[in-house]
């Protein structure tokens, strides 16, 4: 099961949206840049928040 998918994830790092996304981090922070991914920053971690990344992919298929 892809961590995208896991039950109770609502929350990924950068190096887990750009694995399950197959693209580098960079791509990945320039996404949130575009707006096109939401995150939140959590003390000094930034996280993506999942339900983007789903509606992302689903905007491409």
Same mark, same amino acid.
């Given at each position: =099961? %892809?961590? $995208? +998918?896991?039950?109770?994830? =609502?929350?990924?790092? $950068?190096? +887990?949206?750009?694995?399950? !996304?197959?693209?580098?981090?960079?791509?990945?922070? %320039?996404? !949130?840049?575009?707006?096109?991914?939401?995150? /939140?920053? !959590?003390?000094?971690?930034?996280? /993506?928040?999942?339900?983007?990344?789903?509606?992302?992919? %689903? +905007?491409?298929?």
């Amino acid at each position: =099961m %892809n961590t $995208i +998918e896991q039950p109770g994830t =609502m929350f990924l790092t $950068i190096a +887990e949206t750009a694995r399950e !996304l197959r693209v580098t981090p960079r791509h990945i922070y %320039n996404l !949130l840049e575009a707006g096109r991914l939401r995150s /939140v920053t !959590l003390g000094r971690s930034r996280r /993506v928040v999942r339900d983007s990344v789903l509606a992302l992919v %689903n +905007e491409a298929a």
